[in-house]
């Protein structure tokens, strides 16, 4: 098309998360919620068709219910917010009973986030939502603290890391992503030994961890002292972590994480090595981001004449 | 519940601090009930800091339009501030649970303090207009800071304490509360949560019902992010969607803080 | 002062950030600036009496003059920047030549920064710096990367950390701070390391490393790729760095940095444990940025009944 | 240089995507001369997104006041088109090297690229005070995009070329410089660097000076952060301080990029 504009009408969005994987995890585009910014999926059904998502991402999971952390529980930042909820959720009964049927109606792939305290806890509950119709995928939240090891989070050490993720990948049927800590020196080597230890795709990042001191109590703001830093903020760590995993790692599939809120965030994102990205804090601020963040993708496919969302994978590389 | 972009009719001054906003927005305004709130955006679109909506009650609910009183606390409401006749307003609501007047109910106290009389305003609204009877309480810092007259409508019957004495009773204004306990077939609140406490102590004991809308932090507002959990006899709730309105008797906390 | 308001009509603002050094580090109160973001001292001369300062702290210097990067340096991102200057500088001899003479006339201590590819980069300048009369101070920037380790910057590694703190340690006359990185999984290790090995302080934190694509051109937006991530956005981060170098080395003087804008972003940093804060980024949105900071610490203290600052600094601990 | 606040006199719009402001600033408009900028800040004061101030040029000073010519690109810009009389501008400046008209030109040449022509206009004004002569060759992308006659001052020749030869000259400005440079005596330009290169060669060989005013991305516009560098025969500088007015003679690069 020398010299004029191409459109492609029609561009391929689809992206595939999961190729090494038997059942695979195919999305029908590369935009899916973040883990705790969309609940069940079920609460954001009435302002959001969620069948127009790639994936829902729900709430960590734990074996039982959790109440989390007293409040405050968040607290907003510039262009961010810090977060500690501590793991509040419905437990793994209530979640295969109450959410699992609605998901198996869905025409989305839901992804349970799990969480765990030991190794067992994350293999009691990959193993039991494998088996769960309506689950299409896992993805474990490896920044919860390890009782094991004096608390110290699963995800800041790659031997801790690989050690969860190779326990779990034995219990489970389901494609398998695990998700990454920013909060570490070489994200490359936890990626690295995470993949070894047979994760299908990552997804990076989970929160930074930070601190607000309330000036006029002169304490730390949060119930919890620190708290989880997402939004806006953090995208340009996020991206950089993500391009350095897709540098070191080719052909791993990665989803990108980290204050996603609009199109050209999430482009940057697969221009840096993601197949697919989450959109997170995004959705408080407005509900239907998601879905405007995967049709400004489609558009700009369009609009710049590239036939499959793929082709720009790791174009920045 | 719906997002949509509010017309701004006005935005005035309306006493220390405070403003009233008037806003088109035709079905949110057909849907909204007293004790419901909206979570507005306070934030040009394109930038984001600060980057959360803020929730505001729906003060009055008319023809085509939801009015908003605000109190100027912070640099969200002072957004709010900055808006004129012709901007638009981003909106996620009306949210949450509303007050319910009790089948049976025909005298409504209503317990004020601040800005917190907001949406008891709403629900004057809807009770003046099924035929009942209305007192509403309502409490102030300091004569300064009482809302002026036509904050209520004209027909409940308004009483008026100033911490300061400036104005009405001296002192706080659940002081007022058992005197008017007897007359009320249900009891209305919402204000600060150390006046909520002060009305726990004042309704103790009373087999009335007593419905308080409370405030928290919010994220989401769309039951989500469980910022906004306190512990009821019903588990934890979220003030968001299980809320803000909640019968007093079921609050095992106003708010859940570390011990 | 019971039941009343207590007002500090003259509150004490002075801090000393190297109590163990013969000569000291005493600053009229506790706010300088970030190095980097207010050249030589001289450039803001016009705008900021800066006098009125606790410090300055200037660009980073290396042995010989430096071109930096090419361009773009610099883009914004949410409440924050990115830049990646390359550590363009004038070089120790032009440093000594044209601008000590100016910073030993004010009345305001003059912290020199140093940059350096190799332990005898920092040491060259350190030793000559420190014979310089002007000069009040030294501050490591050990985030350069480290030709003899493959690059990775020293900072990153507390091994490295301590070997380049002790080194110019035996060759610097005057206080040494250290200033640490927050790109690492445990800032309590290096901050540990690094006092041990000598320093009289530590600063925290420089930038979080970031990128940004320009999905126009499909190409990482700065010439160098990577970024440092300064401003508002990151001051969580920092404050949480802060806090727990703070709880963990009780008593070590700690230099808060990383998106103060006003003074109750700076008592945040003091009462998470910091002595002073430094001021960057705010400066390029409002020049008067530190000055004001520190007008607004003094009047906090006058209204809050504060007799000294001191007083605060960790109470949030 | 001062860093102080504007009054907004008047905002509106002016040509496509385009606004004027006047703003009234005494101080700095006696201190301004033209080919210098104000930096300023796009977002109200107690947000932090967008963070960075945005560089300006003078367009004109008369009297107590500073007018702005600008095109709205992104988030800032917009925001300072989203100002209406009776805001305040957040201003640092006036800031950078002004133009230097050589003692014994007569004959002006400016050559202004779409926006680009603001700070021309500045230095039109200036010249036609010291009764020299001025053309200016006005170059935009279309006929709709090109500036309203009004917009130099009338005392100046004004000759258009635009892209889609709708208005004057049917292709690029530079086309037109050829021309001209028999009869100035010294050439004045801003616009995008692809002008500026055409400049450049258009011009090679002359002995005449040449002027360019050059953009790069800022930090602080004082000076400090050297974000702003590119190569010159005198060593780095920065188009803030050591610019934005440069001798096309002297710079190695009009913008300094990786190979
Ligand atoms: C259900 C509900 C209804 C409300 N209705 C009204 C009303 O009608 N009129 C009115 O003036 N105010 C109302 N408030 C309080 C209002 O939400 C806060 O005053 C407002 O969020 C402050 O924002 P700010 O940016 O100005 O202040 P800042 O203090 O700068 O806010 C910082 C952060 O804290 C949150 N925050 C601060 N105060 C409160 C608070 N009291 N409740 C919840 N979050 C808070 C903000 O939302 C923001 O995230 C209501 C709160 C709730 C929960
Ligand atoms: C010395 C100088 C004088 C200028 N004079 C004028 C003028 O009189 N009228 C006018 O309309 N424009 C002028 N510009 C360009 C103007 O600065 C940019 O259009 C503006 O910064 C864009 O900001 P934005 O947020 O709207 O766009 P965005 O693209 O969203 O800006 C993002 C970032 O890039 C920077 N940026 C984007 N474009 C430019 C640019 N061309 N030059 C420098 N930084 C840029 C912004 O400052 C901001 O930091 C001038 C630039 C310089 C360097
Ligand atoms: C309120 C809140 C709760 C979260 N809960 C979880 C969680 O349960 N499990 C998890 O893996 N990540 C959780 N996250 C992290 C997000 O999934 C996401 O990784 C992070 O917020 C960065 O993306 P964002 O900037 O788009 O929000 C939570 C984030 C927020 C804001
Ligand atoms: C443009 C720029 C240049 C900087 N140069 C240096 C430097 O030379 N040496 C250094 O130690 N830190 C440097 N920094 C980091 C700052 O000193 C500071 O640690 C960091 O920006 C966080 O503070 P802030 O958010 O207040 O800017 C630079 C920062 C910026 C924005
Ligand atoms: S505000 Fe998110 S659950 Fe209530
Ligand atoms: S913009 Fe900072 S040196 Fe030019």
Excluded at chain 1, 147 to 172: I, K, M, W, Y
Excluded at chain 2, 13 to 25: D, T
Aim: proline share 7%; glycine share 10%.
């Amino acid at each position: 098309m020398a010299g004029g504009v191409s459109l492609a009408t029609n561009p391929t969005t689809a992206v595939e998360l999961a190729p090494r994987h038997p059942s695979g995890l195919r999305l029908k585009n590369p935009v899916m919620t973040a883990s705790g910014t969309f609940g069940y999926g079920t609460e954001y059904a009435k302002l959001v068709d969620v069948e127009q998502l790639g994936a829902i991402v729900t709430k960590a999971i734990s074996p039982k219910p959790r109440e989390g952390n007293p409040g405050p529980r968040t607290v907003e930042t510039p262009s961010g917010m810090l977060n500690a909820i501590g793991w509040q959720n419905v437990g793994l009964e209530a979640c295969i009973r109450d959410y699992a049927p609605i998901w198996r109606r869905w025409r989305v792939p839901v992804v349970v986030n799990l969480a765990g305290f030991s190794v067992e806890d994350y293999r009691t509950v990959a193993e039991a939502l494998s088996a769960t119709p309506g689950v299409a995928a896992v993805e474990l939240n490896i920044s919860c603290p390890n009782v094991a090891s004096e608390g110290t989070p699963f995800a800041l050490r790659a031997d801790l890391a690989a050690e969860v993720t190779a326990a779990v990948r034995e219990v489970c049927e389901v494609p398998l992503i695990v998700k990454l800590s920013p909060n570490v020196t070489d994200v490359v080597e936890i990626a690295a030994a995470v993949h070894a230890a047979g994760a299908d795709a990552l997804s990076l990042i989970n929160t930074l961890v930070g601190l607000v001191i309330d000036t006029r109590s002169r304490r730390p703001f949060l119930g919890n002292v620190t708290g989880g830093l997402s939004g806006p903020a953090i995208r340009p760590v996020a991206v950089r972590m993500v391009y350095e995993v897709a540098k070191a790692l080719p052909g791993v599939p990665l989803i990108g994480a980290g204050g996603v809120m609009c199109a050209d965030d999430a482009l940057q994102f697969i221009m840096a090595g993601a197949r697919a990205v989450q959109v997170g804090t995004a959705s408080f601020v407005n509900p239907r981001a998601a879905i405007e963040v995967a049709e400004g993708i489609e558009a700009f496919l369009a609009r710049e004449g590239v036939a499959d969302v793929n082709e720009l994978v790791g174009v920045a590389l | 519940m719906r997002l949509f972009e509010g017309l701004v009719l006005a935005n005035e001054r309306a006493g220390e601090g405070l403003l009233m906003m008037r806003v088109r927005a035709p079905e949110a305004a057909r849907e909204a009930r007293a004790g419901q709130f909206l979570h507005v955006r306070c934030a040009r679109p394109d930038g984001y800091d600060p980057l959360l909506r803020r929730p505001i009650s729906i003060y009055r609910a008319a023809d085509d339009e939801l009015w908003l009183y605000f109190d100027v606390v912070g640099r969200g409401t002072a957004f709010l501030a900055s808006l004129r006749e012709g901007d638009r307003l981003d909106c996620l609501g009306p949210l949450g649970q509303p007050f319910r007047i009790p089948p049976n109910a025909r005298n409504l106290l209503m317990v004020g303090g601040g800005i917190g009389l907001a949406p008891l305003a709403a629900l004057a609204d809807e009770a003046l207009a099924r035929e009942l009877n209305v007192t509403i309480l309502a409490g102030f810092r300091s004569g300064a800071r009482a809302l002026p007259g036509g904050f209520v409508p004209p027909a409940a019957e308004y009483v008026v304490a100033t911490e300061d004495g400036a104005i009405g009773h001296a002192g706080y204004v659940t002081d007022l509360v058992p005197s008017y306990l007897g007359w009320a077939d249900a009891v209305f609140a919402c204000g600060p949560t150390r006046m909520l406490e002060s009305l726990r102590r004042a309704t103790a004991g009373t087999t009335k019902p007593v419905q308080v809308s409370l405030e928290e932090r919010m994220g989401c507002a769309m039951g989500v992010c469980l910022s906004c959990v306190l512990h009821t006899d019903r588990g934890l709730k979220r003030v968001c969607r299980d809320g803000p309105v909640f019968d007093l008797a079921e609050l095992q906390e106003l708010q859940w803080r570390a011990a």
